[in-house]
């Protein structure tokens, strides 16, 4: 079979690495993808941009596409899936109705709302004046979402009165998220630890992949503003199996209920991001229509089952009696960005030090091949992801591989998994 994987960040490069080690799989295309998917020898760029619905389904005719994986929001919510399904060709992803769960939060919290499935507590609001003043009714902190789409960074945790203030004015008045933040969720709160929870769906049928936990605050310590994700790895030992069976029941089974109910079927990967407080319940933060950038890179890194083949099942609406297989080992990775993310960053530096031997991985996301060899086009430039017996031995082999990496103004964070080696230092100390 053949595969093209629409995206061009990490999150697709990992996806198209996996497809790649298929047996079933003859080519995979990746379009428009990066500077790393144009030097990966079993995989070819396709330069055709992500919104492009027709040049892409074109391309699938042409070339006998078996299967579209779609990558990224944007063209979820503008309705790719509809688009190819109107031609008679397999793509796996949300409807342009079931990708509402990421495209509004607003929809989200109302969907919750109506169908009790744990969040916090809420309001959406497209006035300056309400919004600041339900926020005072939350206390501190208080959460400010933009309720659109704003590649992970429409998201607000005030300290103070005078930051949620400035959070609504900025999105409210000043606009700058444009018409994502047109309209606001005000939210209260929610203490506990993030994990996310990744589930691949084909409407009534869902099988879980292996937990994760991501690191969304650019700097060390979870300081600065929130990005699209400075690093992950996976498991996330806060989700126990008793945990995450609690998540299948309270969150995944009536989410997709829901949405049954409402007449939309879910078809393909369900992120729910969640907070788990010290009791062990789970809450939703948010959702995405999608696989999370970048859980992507450590989860495929475990991943032992042929992904290929359940993705196939789920757009045929046959998921159920399959499952994943996953390794014993931690999967960590780490995001290299360049100067000035997540505001105005810097491009256009020349990237050394990839030629990485000791088993690590390196998936590229802001990168493009040039005459002048590989150079940065992005915020979050690549991520370096590798597998070890623990979380620490994962987050050695990572950073020592990110020594020998170089560009002009790169920065990345230097304690990714710092809870989950807290949590392995506990239990051997004991």
């Not at 339900?134 to 590649?151: C, E, H, N, Q």
């Not at 987050?395 to 807290?422: C, S, T």
Request: charged share 20%.
């Amino acid at each position: 079979m053949k595969i093209l994987v629409v995206g061009s960040g990490g999150r697709e490069h990992a996806l198209a690495w996996k497809f790649a080690q298929s047996e079933r799989v003859s080519e995979v295309f990746v379009a428009p993808g990066n500077g790393g998917t144009a030097l990966a020898r079993n995989l070819t760029n396709v330069d055709i941009a992500v919104m492009d619905f027709k040049g892409l389904s074109d391309f699938a005719i042409e070339q006998g596409i078996t299967l579209t994986v779609v990558g990224p929001e944007a063209p979820l919510v503008a309705g790719i899936e509809s688009h190819f399904v109107a031609l008679g060709l397999k793509c796996l992803a949300p409807s342009a109705d079931a990708a509402q769960l990421e495209g509004s939060k607003t929809f989200t919290k109302n969907f919750l709302a109506r169908y009790n499935i744990p969040t916090a507590q809420y309001e959406s609001f497209q006035s300056v004046g309400p919004a600041k003043r339900y926020a005072r009714t939350l206390g501190l902190p208080v959460v400010i979402k933009a309720d659109g789409l704003a590649a992970g960074k429409g998201v607000v945790v005030a300290q103070t009165t005078a930051q949620a203030d400035l959070a609504i004015e900025d999105m409210l008045s000043r606009n700058i998220f444009g018409e994502a933040g047109s309209r606001v969720v005000v939210e209260a709160f929610l203490p506990g630890e993030e994990a996310s929870f990744i589930v691949l769906a084909d409407g009534a049928n869902y099988i879980p992949f292996a937990t994760s936990q991501d690191h969304k605050a650019i700097f060390d310590g979870d300081e600065g503003p929130n990005t699209g994700g400075m690093g992950a790895y996976s498991p996330a030992p806060v989700v126990t199996d008793p945990i995450a069976s609690r998540i299948c029941r309270q969150i995944i089974e009536p989410t997709l209920a829901g949405l049954l109910d409402e007449g939309i079927h879910y078809t393909g990967f369900l992120y729910a991001g969640l907070m788990i407080d010290q009791t062990g319940a789970p809450s939703v933060i948010e959702f995405n229509c999608r696989f999370g950038d970048p859980e992507t890179q450590p989860v495929m890194m475990r991943l032992e089952s042929d992904l290929a083949e359940v993705c196939l099942a789920a757009v045929d609406h046959r998921l159920e009696g399959h499952r994943l297989e996953f390794s014993d080992s931690t999967a960590l990775a780490v995001v290299v960005a360049s100067k000035g993310y997540p505001e105005a960053y810097e491009t256009g530096g020349v990237i050394t030090g990839l030629e990485i031997e000791r088993g690590s991985e390196v998936f590229h996301a802001g990168t493009q091949l040039t005459a002048d060899g590989l150079q940065v086009s992005g915020g979050r430039v690549l991520a370096v992801a590798a597998l070890g017996d623990s979380v620490l031995a994962a987050q050695q082999a990572v950073y020592q591989d990110l020594e020998k990496i170089a560009f002009d103004g790169m920065h990345f964070r230097r304690d990714i998994g710092y809870r989950a080696i807290a949590r392995e230092a506990n239990l051997i100390d004991r």
